[in-house]
């Protein structure tokens, strides 16, 4: 298990004049957040929230709007202060910094990417890449070369002495990234960072996000309300209803198991062909060679994490099953026709 970068322990955050009366009576009664708006007049933003965030994991928050995703999000970095719970990052609890530390914070450690990356319009591209390192006192010099290096990694070279207006909103965007990234911060916080873009450029940011964490290996918290978006750049993904964690898990979990109604009509249109995998519907190979041993001999082979669009090629290409073998070569499992068309069955609704 990686290292744990961003912990946090039951975060709640209550918005009004009477917060701290909402959260004893939310925590006795296990008041509703609406109840809590008429009794109290308080808005719950965020529901004892827990969980960690490991090195290099690309840990994606998404739910509608209205959820708490972008609020939980900002306790991060205490944009927002919680109104009970413990926030670690890097092991140190930032909920006993001081204004001066938590500026330190923000600028070493975390990066921020919004919706709105908001340029400013009479400085360069490079030179509003180099705009957190200007405040941190670099001189002209180093921002430069590290502007012009960062802008490199979003594919933006030969564009450092334009201007925001004479970029598209995927550029823009890019461009809000790199100003993220100048720093080296160890975690980029992202709020929605691609969602007012065209369908086609956001599906293209996406795969080069992919690609870039891969090359950076930045933790990343990544606040999105869409799944698909979700599912094609997280390790792993928390889905919040009501300010509240209802389930975290790995794509394939969350596709597959579904804890609730709520999660399962989120995952109901979701294809399940290269999220499903071998290690999901498979059975033990000694409980198949103890019904029919002589049906895998000359069967054809699949690695564990191979996903269902992978088994149904093979299924097609020839008759009977097809062994699964572990990453050290090792037999451990079957598919055959009946489980790899249950496969499409699983997570389409909770029983």
Partial sequence: MPRSVVELQGVWKVFGDRADEALQAMRDDAMSKAEVLECFGCVVGVRNAT???????????????????????????????????????????????????????????????????????HRTVADNVALPLDVKGL??????????????????????????????????????????????????????????????????????????????????????????????????????????????????EIVTNPVDDYVADFVAGISRLTLVTARSVMIPIETYRTHDAGALSGALRAQEDSDLDHLIDLAVERDGPIVITNKQGHDVGVVDRQHLLRGFQRGKGHA
């Fill in 51 to 121: 969980f960690s965030v490991g090195e290099g994991e690309v840990f994606c928050i998404m739910g509608l709007s209205g959820s708490g995703k972008s609020t939980l999000v900002r306790h991060i970095n205490r944009l927002l202060e919680p109104t009970a719970g413990r926030i670690f990052v890097d092991g140190e609890d930032i909920m006993q910094k001081d204004a001066r530390q938590l500026r330190f914070l923000r600028a070493e450690k975390i990066g921020m990417v919004f919706q709105n990356v908001a340029l400013l319009p």
């Fill in 139 to 252: 001189c002209r010099r180093d921002r430069r070369e590290i502007a012009e290096r960062t802008l490199a990694l979003v594919e933006l070279s030969g564009w450092e002495n334009h201007y925001a207006h004479e970029l598209s909103g995927g550029m823009q965007q890019r461009v809000g990234l790199a100003r993220a990234l100048a720093a080296d911060p160890t975690i980029l916080l992202m709020d929605e960072p691609f969602s007012a873009l065209d369908p086609l450029i956001r599906r293209q940011l996406q795969d080069e996000f992919v690609q870039l964490s891969k090359v950076t290996g930045k933790t990343t918290v990544f606040i999105t309300h869409d799944l698909d978006e979700a599912i094609r750049i997280g390790h792993r993904i928390a889905i919040m209803n009501d300010g509240g964690l209802v389930q975290i898990g790995t794509p394939e």
